[in-house]
């Protein structure tokens, strides 16, 4: 049984950091991609940063630029998020996504809310 399960939101101050998880099971995890999305509400889901299956990262949302950082631990299958000197406008539900070819699979997101 494939499973995403995002762990790690809450409720911060700005300025604050957090640091998200996101644990895998029922698949080959290394040699998936991973990527964390973000849905604020009433916006569209947008990406956030990638991580390839060969370790590389991309930061693709210029709001995280600079304050978020993806990493991946394939020994224990898990994709991290560390968000530092969150913004109001980072508020939003974050998920984790798993995708290698024609295969994609989503967790069920995790909550970030950040106060001003």
């Known amino acids: 049984q494939v499973q995403l399960v995002e762990s790690g939101g809450g409720l911060v101050q700005s300025g604050g950091s957090l640091r998200l998880s996101c644990a895998a099971s029922?698949?080959?995890?290394?040699?998936?991609?991973m990527t964390w999305y973000r849905q604020a509400p009433g916006k569209e889901r947008e990406l956030v940063a990638a991580?390839?299956?060969?370790?590389?990262?991309?930061n693709d949302a210029a709001s995280g630029k600079g304050r978020f950082t993806i990493s991946r631990d394939n020994a224990r299958k898990t994709v991290y998020l560390q968000m530092n000197s969150l913004k109001p406008e980072d508020t939003a539900v974050y998920y984790c996504?798993?995708?290698?070819?024609?295969?994609?699979?989503w967790g069920q997101g995790t909550q970030v809310t950040v106060s001003s």
């Open positions: 991580s390839t299956s060969v370790g590389g990262s991309t």
């Open positions: 029922g698949f080959t995890f290394s040699i998936y991609a």
């Open positions: 996504n798993a995708q290698w070819q024609h295969s994609e699979y």
